[in-house]
């Protein structure tokens, strides 16, 4: 836990330990499990919800994107691993998510999402998502309230953009970055480069 109780960028991230659902089955997930990997951690409000399906939903169609990109997808919500089994277990057309590619993690005394700076005062988790480095550093982190769900092209964007500049050390992404993009030297030479290339 941070020492003010306040997550920023650039620290480490808090550790956890916890039950998640994976292929239908309860086991132990914990984050540090993932070091010398990229973690896309993701917060959302409660199961057999509205927004969160659409978003659990999108990460998991996607997830060969990720995990093609060294990176595990968690998802953490204060709900009990019966809850997230029951609703993996409907079909996702009867108000269910179906199968996932991803664990699902209980939070049920709300320890991470209290960790991660999350939780609401209604007692649930906001739409945190955070994207955590090899080495377990916080490199970017977003929060949005209940009604707006999150995108996943833009999540898998940033990370690209993380994993570039760490290949890349003397190189930054600038706004709009997309893989094969230009970038630019960190340095007023390089600037003045990359906006006479552009035009």
Request: net charge negative; with cysteine; proline share 6%.
């Amino acid at each position: 836990m941070p020492e003010n109780g306040c997550l920023r960028v650039g620290q480490m991230a808090p550790d956890f330990t916890a039950t998640g659902v994976v292929d239908q089955e309860f086991k132990e997930i914990s984050l540090s499990q993932y070091r010398g990997k990229y973690v896309v951690l993701f917060f959302y409000p409660l199961d057999f919800t509205f927004v969160c399906p659409t978003e659990i939903t999108a990460f998991s169609d996607r997830y060969a994107d990720f995990s093609s990109k060294n990176t595990e997808v968690l998802a953490v919500s204060v709900d009990s691993k019966y809850s997230h089994l029951a609703w993996i277990q409907t079909p996702r057309n009867q108000g269910g998510i179906g199968d996932i590619a991803y664990p699902l993690i209980a939070d049920l005394k709300k320890e991470i999402c209290a960790a991660y700076n999350v939780l609401n005062d209604d007692g649930e988790a906001d739409r945190g998502l955070f994207i955590i480095n090899p080495k377990g550093m916080v490199m970017h982190m977003t929060v949005n309230k209940a009604p707006v769900g999150r995108n996943v092209d833009e999540t898998l964007r940033v990370l690209q953009a993380y994993q570039y500049v760490e290949a890349n050390p003397d190189e930054v992404c600038p706004a709009n970055w997309t893989p094969g993009d230009k970038t630019m030297l960190e340095d007023p030479k390089g600037s003045k480069e990359y906006f006479s290339a552009i035009g």
